[in-house]
Structure formats: C-alpha cells, structure tokens
C-alpha cells in the first residue's frame, strides 16, 4: 500500500514563496505527482517526477528525491489565484494508471 | 478545459438506494479510473477501465461497480448506498500511448441521506 503525508494547511504571502512538503512510504513506486485543486473543482495537473531532481514549470518547481521518499512543490511569486488544495499523488508501479493521493494542503495566499 | 465531462453534478439519494454515475472521456482516451474524494480528503482510487475491462481495484466493495464503452464512455454504480458513500466522485481518462497524465472530470457530488 501507500502511505502519503503533507501539511494540512498553509498560508503566505501574495508575492512570496511557499514550499509544500510531501514524504511517501510506498510498496512500489514510479513516479510522482502534484495536482492542483481549487474548491468544487476538478484537480488539475501541475508536476510529474519520476527521476531525482528539480523540475521547474514557469512559477512551479517541484523536486523528488526517491532514496527519502520525499518530494516538493515549490511556488514562488505568489498569486491570489493560487489559493487551492494542492494534491501530492504517487502512481503505483504495479498498475500505471493507478495514482495514490494524499490528504492535500490547502494554500491560502494573502493580499 | 480537459475535455473529460461528468453527469449529473449533483445528486441527492436514499440510504440503499442504488445510483449511477457517468463520465465522457476525449476520443482516443481509452483507459479511465474512477475516485472517491470525501470532504477534506485526497481522492481515493476505487477502479480502472482499460477497453472496456476492469484493469486494477482499490479497496472498495463489490458493491462498487462499473462499466466503459467503445465511445469513450463511462458508469460508475454503486448499489445499496450507505451514508459513508457521500462524496465528490471523479473520474479521470487517459490518452493512449501517454501513460500518466490523467485529465480529471469535474466531479459529481452524490449526498446520501
């Protein structure tokens, strides 16, 4: 089975950076995930990791270190609109399209 | 915009009752999973389709159940309904030949009472 741990909520600043942890404990691994979720919306792809390292998408990083179990999304230059649920997700190697979520962290961004 | 339509919305039933749920995935997505996503809580994976037949299963019971057509289509039933079932059930398709970008549908929220 999966285990998927994160903050439950966090709250910054419009304009500044926030790191959103995630660690894993996974009977089989490949590949990770972040979505974003606004409120009674559907969620919303941001990030694949499958190989260690940082991959950077416009305002979005998002780096995996597989070896910890750990992972994080980074977003920087924060705006109002990125307030939402953002969901760490791991695909289960023994089915591909099978994603284990974790409980989200829900983002508030202050003027 | 991900292409992925679900019906209804919204929809209210009786504990016991039975429902069915329905997903439209894009042309060419050919493989779809269904989630649970309860109040405050990730979305949980309850099965996947891939041509029409049942591909892997989480933890859910029997009386979970499913179906995928050759236009794409999708039903997730779920029989004699209990209180725990309400939730926001989405699912979620995938284009073939890409493996893991799921494009996720916006949702039906099912109140059991």
């Known amino acids: 089975g999966q285990n998927i741990d994160q903050p439950t909520e966090m709250t910054a600043t419009e304009g500044a950076i926030v790191q959103i942890n995630c660690t894993y404990q996974?009977?089989?691994?490949?590949?990770l995930f972040w979505y974003q979720q606004h409120a009674g919306e559907a969620p919303t792809f941001l990030s694949y990791?499958?190989?260690?390292g940082l991959e950077e998408k416009g305002r979005f990083s998002s780096f995996l270190s597989r070896s910890k179990g750990y992972s994080y999304l980074l977003l920087k230059e924060l705006q109002m609109k990125d307030s939402a649920s953002y969901l760490c997700?791991?695909?289960?190697?023994?089915?591909?399209?099978?994603?284990?979520f974790g409980a989200g962290t829900t983002v508030t961004v202050r003027a | 915009e991900t292409g992925v339509t679900q019906s209804p919305t919204h929809l209210i039933k009786t504990r016991g009752q039975q429902v069915t749920l329905r997903c439209s995935s894009q042309?060419?997505?050919?493989?779809v999973s269904w989630y649970q996503q309860a109040l405050g809580q990730g979305p949980q994976f309850i099965f996947q389709?891939?041509?029409?037949?049942?591909?892997g299963r989480g933890n859910f019971p029997p009386r979970f159940s499913g179906l995928q057509f050759p236009n794409y289509s999708s039903e997730l039933n779920v029989n004699a309904l209990e209180l725990d079932d309400s939730a926001l059930y989405l699912c979620?398709?995938?284009?073939?030949?890409?493996?893991?970008?799921?494009?996720f549908g916006p949702g039906t929220r099912l109140t059991v009472t």
């Open positions: 979620a398709s995938t284009p073939g030949g890409k493996g893991f970008e799921q494009y």
């Open positions: 996974t009977s089989g691994f490949n590949g």
């Open positions: 990791n499958v190989l260690d």
């Open positions: 997700a791991v695909r289960d190697s023994s089915n591909d399209y099978k994603l284990s």
């Open positions: 042309s060419g997505h050919n493989t």
């Open positions: 389709y891939y041509r029409e037949e049942e591909n």
